[in-house]
């Protein structure tokens, strides 16, 4: 299996409080996202990365904010949560854009 | 709105059976990869296509790109309860990657 991890693997938080999750890669892969995965939507990507301090926006990225201050991590960051940001979240990793090679096992997150 | 449509969204079939399921979009992808995933994981790449035309097999699944790069289609033949996932479809194009919604396959034994 790829090295990618995900934590915390399941969070319950209220409306209004900040929650950060990680993903963090032991393949040195330059290419690092995140995406949500809601039924009836798929996979939505919320925010990439092409390198250290390097990131962009993806479909669905407001509410949401990122940092990678290191090649194998890349934090998630709501700043204030939402009911409507409760979601599985997934990291995932590729060498080249646009082939996620791996994904991580997923972080389920309920905002209450 | 779903850019990329795949159907049929359910397909429950017996062990042994042949099936297709299709990824359809009116635009133009790069590139398109197929995953499968099960309950409580990550998705699994199977296959990344990205010459329209194109025909991949991987042991009993046949992945195909359409000739204008806007849709695809996965086949398996002898289907087996392993192969019981979510199959997601993504296609990219200019630095915008996009998923579809998903079949939902049951192989009974």
């Known amino acids: 299996d790829a090295g990618i991890t995900q934590s915390p693997r399941h969070k319950v938080t209220e409306t209004g409080t900040p929650v950060t999750l990680r993903c963090h890669q032991t393949e040195n892969h330059r290419y690092m996202y995140w995406y949500r995965q809601d039924p009836g939507h798929g996979l939505r990507l919320i925010h990439y990365s092409y390198g250290v301090k390097d990131t962009d926006k993806g479909e669905v990225s407001d509410g949401y904010s990122v940092s990678r201050s290191k090649t194998e991590d890349f934090l998630l960051t709501l700043e204030s949560a939402t009911s409507s940001q409760t979601s599985v979240y997934f990291c995932?990793?590729?060498?080249?854009?646009?082939?996620?090679?791996?994904f991580g096992p997923g972080t389920r997150l309920t905002v209450t | 709105t779903q850019l990329l449509k795949q159907s049929p969204q359910f397909l429950s079939i017996q062990e042994g059976e042949n099936l297709t399921v299709y990824c359809n979009s009116s635009?133009?992808?790069?590139?398109l990869q197929w995953y499968r995933q099960e309950p409580g994981e990550g998705p699994v790449l199977l296959v990344t296509?990205?010459?329209?035309?194109e025909v991949k097999k991987l042991k009993r699944l046949t992945f195909q790109f359409g000739d204008a790069r806007k849709d695809s289609s996965l086949h398996i033949t002898a289907a087996q309860p392993g192969d019981t996932g979510l199959y997601l479809c993504a296609g990219e194009n200019n630095n915008d990657m996009r998923f579809g919604a998903g079949t939902r396959l049951t192989v009974k034994p």
């Open positions: 995932a990793i590729s060498e080249s854009w646009g082939a996620e090679d791996h």
């Open positions: 635009s133009v992808f790069s590139s």
């Open positions: 296509v990205v010459t329209g035309g």
